[in-house]
């Protein structure tokens, strides 16, 4: 079984970033209004996550570090569906088996809290703890003991950039929610509840919000909104794009389609823009893969979303031309 953890683990949790994906998907997953990171040399000495959502029960601690699914490897055939069926109820197992974890958590109501470890995922005593609320994280040398792992890894700094990009697409998609996050004991952001232009204009640049054209448009189950930078005004870094497709970040090549086009059709312009655009649709006719490596998304009328979006930003460009 821990073998299954550790191979599945490698699969997908790349580096620091993915393990911090995961833990803080749990967190938002778990109703935190608040999320407090901190990292020690770009994560791969420390990832901490200290939110203040439900909790965790007491005699759930211990599942929560476990593989949902505990089929036994018979054969290469099921190493290989281990590998590929992603993430889903085995992303704390997964990290838990490749570094040193302490799970504290504080259930609701409860009196006080408990707190695991598992090392390299062999778990200790359940012990009393003190937290006021929330659950507390601490993953301590990923990959340290897996050499083979361990050396795909960068420097401190690229592997930080890679924590901190992340930490800015979640950001992102829950503006009304607390983040602060801190390398090596020195902070790199603070952002506090707001709405989505503040957010942005925090993460982004308050050039990129003040001269950006906004989006809010909607037909049917379809709406987009959000900030997509006026290539016409100064200049916009190509680098700030971000797609959300039901509140999750993906990399689509539907929106950069869509904007091209708007843009030469209504501005009379081929540069490339920042965006920050958000596409709500039902969650049924989308399906995005979330393989915490490649975040893909498959519409499954993929030529009605793009005609939706054309005619969204062609109206949007539209408005503020005149
Ligand atoms: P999944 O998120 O797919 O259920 P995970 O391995 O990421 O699987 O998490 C296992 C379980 O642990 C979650 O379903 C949740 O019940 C619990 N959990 C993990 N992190 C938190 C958290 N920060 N707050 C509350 N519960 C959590
Ligand atoms: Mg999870």
């Known amino acids: 079984d821990q073998l299954v953890n550790q191979i599945a683990a490698g699969e997908v949790v790349e580096r620091p970033a993915n393990a911090l994906k995961e833990m803080l998907e749990n967190s938002l997953d778990a109703g935190s209004q608040s999320l407090h990171i901190e990292l020690l040399n770009g994560g791969t000495k420390l990832i901490k996550i200290v939110d203040d959502g439900c909790g965790i029960a007491r005699d759930e601690l211990p599942l929560a570090l476990h593989r949902h699914a505990t089929s036994k490897i018979a054969s290469f055939d099921d190493l290989q569906r281990v590998a590929t069926l992603g993430f889903r109820g085995e992303g704390l197992a997964s990290i838990a088996s490749v ?94 509840p ?9 993460l982004l640049g308050e050039e990129f919000v003040s001269s950006g054209i906004a989006v809010n448009e909607g037909f049917g189950p379809l709406r987009l909104f959000g900030i997509t930078g006026n290539p016409t005004l100064g200049k916009s870094s190509r680098d700030a794009q971000y797609f959300f497709v039901n509140g999750r970040y993906v990399r689509d090549k539907v929106i950069q389609h869509a904007l091209r086009e708007a843009y030469r059709d209504v501005l009379h312009h081929d540069r490339h823009a920042a965006y920050c655009l958000f596409l709500e649709l039902d969650p049924e006719s989308v399906d995005v893969n979330v393989h915490p490596t490649k975040i893909e998304v498959r519409f499954r009328e993929s030529q009605a979303v793009y005609r939706f979006l054309l005619t969204s930003l062609t109206k949007a460009l539209s408005a503020t031309r005149a």
């Not at 799970?103 to 109501?109: I, K």
């Not at 390299?120 to 359940?126: D, T, V």
């Not at 707001?194 to 925090?202: K, S």
Request: proline share 4%; hydrophobic share 40%.
């Open 194 to 202: 707001g709405d989505l232009a503040r957010r942005a204009g925090e």
């Open 99 to 192: 570094s040193r974890l302490t799970l504290t958590s504080r259930y609701q109501d409860a009196s006080h809290a408990w707190r695991v470890e598992a090392d390299h995922g062999h778990l200790g005593e359940i012990e009393p703890a003190a937290l006021s609320l929330g659950t507390t994280i601490e993953v301590h040398e990923l990959y340290h003991q897996l050499p083979a792992r361990r050396k795909f890894l960068k420097s401190d700094a690229t592997e930080f950039a890679h924590c901190a990009e992340m930490v800015k697409r979640l950001a992102l998609a829950n503006p009304g929610k607390q983040f602060t996050l801190l390398h090596n004991g020195r902070p790199q952001l603070r952002l506090a």
